[in-house]
């Protein structure tokens, strides 16, 4: 498939996912015709052309959803920097007409981090709301005036490489949630946090769970494990768009590069017995880019996991609602399930272990 080809397949899921009609998605679509930094008939200029016509009739989040789009699938050229630059600048411009929304701003020698935050207080459980390879925080905007309403302190922030975060990703990407949490430590209630960390920084989570004892609950949707990372066989399945940005997020000189850094990315079982948190997998039965192996490796290793199967591609964008309702209902359930039960998230020497679930399986 041509690149702009491509560019435009993934585009359609990510608009839906983002609230795009279909009609609209496809009328701007059709007016882009390559992806030539400059040209007025290019990716990201049309995509940004878009945004500001949005941003005009005042409608702040249509834009910055435009914006996105722009920048998709990262900025690596001027004319996507300025579209993720327009996306942020936008937010800001809404947020401030918002109450209680707030931009923080975290400097660590390796890099920053940026987050948008709602209902930060040193009382309140903790909720860290992080996307993939592509997505921007600011695609979870709606989200965070009703994540406060339900009683959380919630921070939505970007992998590393994504967006505003300038951490170059990597094996050891994971400990940038650790940091994260020690600056929040005074915010808000840090050592009940919750990770709702969809993609690859699911992985993220998960490996972060496993040493840091201040997680309580892991939600993910469509997360590699180790036999994306490691499995010869199925990388030539993997899309060309996907395998190119993580280059870029990487800071791998080409592909072949980026092939020898992978499998220090996986998973090991001994890593994922050391979860012993409840972990909840949205899974997508026609994932073209997470290989379902990976239910299989998590359901024999984790003390409680549950999966939500949806007979979709990776993400499942054409189940985005009842995505979201199963994740929701999860948190607050387990939040509850913690007020009324166990006491101790993690066992010790001789202690029984937690009982594994079985999944849940939907077609849709």
Not at 78 to 100: E, P, Y
Not at 120 to 141: C, F, N, T, Y
Not at 149 to 171: I, M, W
Not at 185 to 204: K, N, Q
Request: with cysteine.
């Amino acid at each position: 498939m041509d690149h702009v080809e491509e560019l435009k397949e993934f585009a359609r899921l990510h608009a839906r996912g983002q609230g795009m009609t279909a009609g609209h998605t496809a009328r701007v679509l059709a007016r882009i015709t390559k992806d030539t930094p400059g040209d007025p008939d290019s990716w990201a200029a049309v995509w940004t052309a878009e945004g500001r016509v949005a941003a005009a009739r005042g409608d702040l989040l249509d834009a910055c959803r435009h914006y996105a789009l722009a920048r998709f699938p990262y900025h690596g050229d001027a004319d996507r920097v300025r579209a993720q630059r327009l996306c942020v600048d936008t937010f800001d411009q809404w947020r401030r007409d918002q109450d209680g929304i707030e931009r923080l701003e975290f400097d660590h020698p390796d890099g920053t981090v940026a987050c948008w935050a709602a209902g930060l207080d040193r009382h309140r459980p903790l909720l860290v709301v992080m996307g993939g390879i592509v997505s921007v925080k600011e695609q979870w905007a709606p989200l965070l005036p009703l994540l406060r309403r339900l009683g959380f302190a919630v921070v939505v922030t970007e992998l590393p490489g994504v967006g505003e975060n300038t951490f170059t990703y990597g094996p050891d990407s994971w400990r940038t949630l650790g940091f994260l949490l020690d600056r929040l430590a005074d915010r808000a209630r840090v050592f009940d946090t919750s990770m709702l960390a969809l993609s690859f920084s699911g992985h993220l989570a998960v490996r972060a769970a496993a040493e840091d004892p201040r997680i309580r609950r892991v939600l993910t949707v469509g997360a590699p494990v180790a036999d994306f990372f490691t499995d010869e066989a199925w990388w030539p399945r993997v899309p060309g768009i996907t395998a190119q940005t993580l280059r870029h997020l990487t800071g791998s000189e080409d592909l072949d590069e980026l092939r020898d850094r992978l499998p220090g990315f996986a998973l090991t079982p001994k890593q994922l017995r050391q979860v012993r948190i409840p972990v909840r997998y949205v899974a997508s039965g026609r994932d073209e880019i997470i290989p379902d192996t990976e239910q299989t490796l998590l359901r024999g290793t984790l003390d409680d996991v549950r999966f939500k199967t949806f007979d979709d591609v990776h993400g499942s964008p054409a189940h985005l609602g009842a995505t979201r309702r199963w994740l929701m209902a999860q948190l607050l359930w387990l939040r509850v399930a913690r007020r009324e039960a166990r006491p101790t998230y993690r066992t010790g020497p001789g202690e029984p272990n937690r009982s594994r679930s079985g999944g849940e399986r939907s077609s849709g």
